[in-house]
């Protein structure tokens, strides 16, 4: 099996539509992989855990980080184009906006971003509007403008490793679909 230098990422704060998007682009025929952190939660719920008492809690976000890098770890050995639901990135993300220490979880994101070789294409999905979002608490509008805004701050600050960052508006998830393919269409082999 080959593998494709390239992985797109999409991302943006709760109920910007990242689902729903990702949704349409499996459809389209991509790969698309899973967000950690509903996985994390899911076992957590499996096990009559309430993930609301782990929301922000070093134990689940370190729980997140690592299927963020199992996922990571299967992408690249995969033969076609992979979207994924968020990254380890926007796990940090997430330890930024709970004030958790960061430090361990920066360097392993830059030294994990500065060995791969190939083309990371990010997509912020801008908010459209808030819904029940069943793994992560439901968040208000403020909060969840807040996390939007940690998000698209720690990409921005890891610009250096990625091919492009888009930012995508609020529309149909049809258009904002046929928006993510246009951008990397021309990365796509054919």
Known sequence: MTSVDEYNIITGGPSAGKSSVLR?????GYRTLPEAAQLVTDRAISKDQDPDLLYGSEAFETR???????????A????????????YVD?????????????????RVNDDLRNF????????LDLVGLTEDYHRQEEDEREA????NQI????????????DI??????????????????????IEQ
């Open 64 to 74: 997140i980080e690592s299927v963020d890098y199992k996922l990571a770890r299967r």
């Open 152 to 163: 698209v701050e720690t990409y921005n600050d890891l610009e250096w490793a990625f091919n």
């Open 24 to 28: 349409e682009l499996e459809v389209r």
């Open 117 to 124: 070789t190939g083309n990371i294409n990010v997509f912020i």
């Open 76 to 87: 690249r050995e995969a033969d076609d184009v992979v979207f994924f639901d968020r990254t």
């Open 166 to 187: 888009y930012h995508i508006e609020p529309s149909t998830v049809e258009k904002r679909a046929d928006i993510v393919e246009g951008k990397i269409f021309n990365y």
């Open 145 to 148: 403008m807040n996390i939007h």
């Open 91 to 107: 796990a940090l993300a997430y330890r930024e906006y709970f004030d958790l220490d960061t430090r361990d979880a920066k360097e």
